[in-house]
């Protein structure tokens, strides 16, 4: 069973630096289950969204708005996923979720059924 756990939301100054951390139990990075992992961001009054995005193969894609700010990596060997932020905005306010998207049986990655955290939360003041 795949579990996942955020650390390190809190409140900030806009213009500081976060880290966000989410630790993995039963799922190994890079493994031939490993269909790839996120962080999501659910700001207020809005859907969630996929912020950043890493393949399995450890490339990473970001949404427009955080490029140049946010940097999505992990440890294989600690099962951990970090999102380290920097120059934060008030509009990064919001709940921080981790997700993994296990591969089901042998099936493809397209079926693929997503894990997720609990959520952390972040408030960004100006």
């Known amino acids: 069973q795949v579990q996942l756990l955020e650390s390190g939301g809190g409140s900030v100054q806009a213009g500081g630096s976060l880290k966000l951390s989410c630790a993995a139990s039963?799922?190994?990075?890079?493994?031939?289950?490993?269909?790839?992992m996120g962080w999501y961001r659910q700001s207020p009054g809005k859907e969630r969204e996929l912020v950043a995005h890493?393949?399995?193969?450890?490339?990473?894609t970001y949404v427009d708005s955080v490029k140049g700010r946010f940097t999505f990596s992990r440890d294989n060997g600690k099962s951990t996923l970090d999102l380290q932020m920097i120059n934060r905005k008030t509009e990064d306010t919001g709940v921080y979720y981790c997700?993994?998207?296990?591969?089901?049986?042998?099936?493809?990655?397209?079926?693929?059924?997503?894990?997720w955290g609990q959520g952390t939360q972040v408030t960004v003041s100006s």
């Open positions: 997700a993994v998207d296990v591969r089901v049986g042998s099936s493809a990655c397209a079926r693929a059924q997503r894990r």
């Open positions: 890493m393949y399995p193969d450890g490339t990473t």
């Open positions: 039963g799922h190994i990075f890079g493994s031939w289950d490993d269909c790839g």
